[in-house]
């Protein structure tokens, strides 16, 4: 079945600088790679996704890029906030027909 | 409707007994998943529902464990003879499409002491 891991599990930047988090898929009919922000106590959210036709997806200071043939995908955060502090998961959906998430990354902005 | 709703928030039961937890999905999505989730851990699969047809359940599953969802719409999970090690967060989610992201539930802790 699908397994996804993530990297790095902890991330400390300063307030303003970018953070990059990777993650590596292993089945290769993965067609959509959505990224859920978890803040302490909370409910996963969605914040962005991509599907396997598209390189990049940007939203203001979010954006997700996508490598099929390396079977990776990131998620860069840039001019961060101390509000982004929080835990993000990756997850990959492919022929299992459910989400397969990693197992996280906590990232602290220091103001 | 404002999303997906799970009950009770938080769940402290002796070993060995009984507990049972709900999900109200968004009513228009066909979808449902439970996942569980313990501390500095990813999202962990336990079952699917599309409409009533319980579709798949995780090998990590074990017979105690059973999810129904009579009538495509809420569905429950319950937990027989409960252990220490299902002390966990199990988190409800819904979606319309099948690759289409998840809208999760607050979900519900358990805590078996």
């Known amino acids: 079945g699908e397994n996804v891991e993530q990297h790095p599990s902890t991330l400390s930047v300063q307030e303003g600088d970018s953070a990059v988090i990777k993650c590596t898929y292993s089945?290769?009919?993965?067609?959509?790679f959505p990224w859920y922000k978890q803040e302490l106590g909370k409910r996963p959210q969605l914040i962005i996704d991509?599907?396997?036709?598209?390189g990049e997806k940007k939203d203001q200071r979010i954006a997700v890029t996508l490598n099929k043939t390396a079977k990776h995908f990131s998620l860069h955060i840039t001019e961060t906030q101390p509000e982004d502090s929080a835990v993000y998961f990756c997850?990959?959906?492919?022929?299992?027909?459910?989400?397969?998430f990693g197992k996280g990354t906590k990232l602290t902005v220091n103001p | 409707d404002t999303g997906v709703s799970q009950n009770p928030r938080h769940k402290i039961t002796k070993r060995g007994q009984n507990v049972t937890f709900r999900c109200d999905p968004i009513?228009?999505?066909?979808?449902l998943y439970w996942y569980r989730q313990t501390l500095g851990q990813g999202p962990e699969f336990l079952t699917y529902?599309?409409?009533?047809?319980?579709?798949?359940k995780s090998r990590l599953l074990s017979d105690r464990f059973s999810a129904e969802r009579p009538k495509g719409s809420f569905s429950t999970l319950e937990i027989q003879r409960t252990e220490q090690g299902d002390s966990a967060m199990y988190l409800c989610?819904?979606?319309?499409?099948?690759?289409?992201?998840?809208?999760f539930g607050s979900g519900t802790r358990l805590t078996v002491v």
């Open positions: 009513s228009e999505h066909n979808r």
């Open positions: 989610a819904s979606s319309l499409e099948p690759d289409y992201g998840y809208t």
């Open positions: 089945d290769s009919a993965s067609n959509y």
């Open positions: 997850a990959a959906w492919g022929g299992s027909e459910k989400l397969v």
């Open positions: 991509i599907r396997s036709n598209v």
């Open positions: 529902f599309q409409n009533e047809a319980q579709l798949e």
